[in-house]
């Protein structure tokens, strides 16, 4: 079969309202020939740097250059390996940048990796930028938050429930660059159907934005659209960090190529065993051993076969011993390597939680969240414009208050008709006029 995916795309990316610089980077290839994407595929990349002044910047950006160039470039024997090949020579790159330059040392990012071709999605991952797909009105976490909070959740020293009373938000335990060596995750493949969704992005817009109202966004608008209210919004909350999105809509998908031993249409990932999965492990076996020596033990007595029962006894003993758990520990990475930020929408942060405690899984899709019911979106934005058009009355913002009321009373009346998508784009026009206001004053004076 010759015929090639229909995908649209569209990403932004948006320095936020209280850094002065933006280390976010993206990075968009797409296939020209139909063979080119059998097989390497579409390539969309969101990498997140930091490490303070201009290191976080230029480690964002080596991801981005190097990545996609080492991905097409390369040799493999599937999509999943040119991957964690291409990551791993980011990760090569940002490291000997670092090496060659002390001012450099200890600079990272996030990235994370999403690639279309015939064997479907496929996701590489390092840190907390996420990879979302929303299919038929429910949005599913592809990725897995490598971040304190999400660790303790896995390595059991922490519940969905209470994680947030005793671990901060956004100190991420994994990133490109500190170390030459760092584990990457590779998910999937992930079956494409048409009318499928993907959404990359960057910290910035999930600290601000739920994940009901990415996933009603995305249902509403198209890709160009969205991704700009996304941001908007975003920033109309505060814009603590920079922000950055791609959003890919799939049209149409020629059937996804299975391979043996591969369900190609059912979301898959094969993680490694979790040092916590590992210990278990090794503690169900010794205590086997244990029971088989002291068992041993007492046969070699009652046939007064007293220095084998004594051997048998202490071997059984010492399996016991060290079949005990050790408490786990978190990996410690170098201080750059982390990053925290503080969230200043409440509201927020408790939505993030309910949806962590509802749907936290341990293997991908790491959550799910139904976004069919639009509005509870549609009051947010109606809120966010009563309040933006107050203060451009009161503060004389030069913005034209006739357009702003038409487009009002379109989104009322499109609301109340119960043609949402047409209510949210009426909504998203009215917060884009007012924040391009916001933008121009704030930033005119940085």
């Not at 990235?111 to 064997?119: D, K």
């Not at 947030?164 to 760092?182: A, Q, W």
């Not at 966010?384 to 009346?413: I, M, P, Y």
Request: hydrophobic share 40%; proline share 5%.
């Amino acid at each position: 079969m010759t015929t090639p995916p229909v995908v649209q795309y569209a990403s932004r990316t948006d320095v936020g309202m209280r850094r002065a610089a933006n280390q976010d980077s993206l990075a968009v290839r797409m296939c020209s020939e139909f063979a080119e994407w059998q097989s390497c595929g579409h390539l969309f990349v969101v990498a997140d740097g930091m490490g303070g002044h201009a290191v976080g910047d230029l480690a964002s950006r080596i991801t981005v250059e190097t990545l996609p160039h080492a991905y097409f470039k390369q040799d493999a024997i599937s999509v999943e390996a040119r991957l964690r090949q291409s990551i791993f020579a980011a990760n090569k790159a940002i490291n000997d940048r670092a090496r060659e330059n002390r001012e450099f040392e200890g600079m990272g990012t996030t990235c994370s990796v999403l690639s279309l071709s015939n064997r479907g999605a496929v996701v590489g991952h390092v840190g907390d930028s996420r990879v979302y797909r929303l299919r038929r009105g429910v949005l599913q976490q592809l990725t897995f938050d490598h971040s304190l909070q999400w660790e303790m959740i896995r390595l059991g020293r922490a519940t969905a429930e209470n994680v947030e009373m005793f671990h901060p938000r956004n100190v991420i335990t994994r990133c490109l660059g500190p170390d030459l060596h760092v584990p990457i995750d590779v998910e999937g493949p992930f079956s494409v159907e048409t009318g499928d969704i993907f959404l990359l992005c960057s910290d910035g817009l999930t600290n601000h934005v739920s994940d009901q109202e990415v996933g009603a966004i995305l249902a509403s608008l198209p890709p160009t659209e969205s991704s700009r209210l996304l941001i908007n919004l975003a920033n109309c909350r505060g814009g603590t960090d920079n922000s950055t999105v791609i959003v890919v809509q799939v049209e149409s998908y020629p059937p996804c190529v299975p391979t043996p031993g591969d369900a190609s249409v059912i979301p898959v990932a094969s993680p490694e065993p979790t040092p916590a999965a590992r210990s278990r492990s090794r503690s169900r076996l010794l205590i086997g051993l244990a029971v088989c020596c002291l068992v041993g033990a007492v046969a070699a007595v009652l046939f007064n076969q007293m220095v084998w029962a004594g051997a048998a006894g202490v071997v059984g003993i010492l399996c016991l011993f060290f079949s005990r758990q050790p408490r786990p520990v978190v990996p410690s990475l170098p201080a750059a390597a982390l990053e925290v930020s503080t969230i200043d929408s409440t509201t927020n942060v408790q939505e993030e939680c309910s949806a962590l405690r509802s749907s936290f899984r341990t293997s991908s899709p790491y959550r799910s969240v139904d976004c069919k019911n639009v509005e509870p979106l549609l009051t947010v934005l109606s809120e966010a414009q009563s309040e933006l058009v107050q203060a451009a009355r009161d503060g004389q913002w030069k913005v034209d208050f006739d357009e702003l009321n038409q487009l009002g009373r379109q989104a009322r009346s499109s609301q109340q008709g119960q043609k949402s998508e047409r209510a949210v784009r009426a909504w998203a026009r009215i917060l884009d006029l007012l924040m391009k206001e916001i933008y121009q004053r704030v930033r005119s004076q940085s």
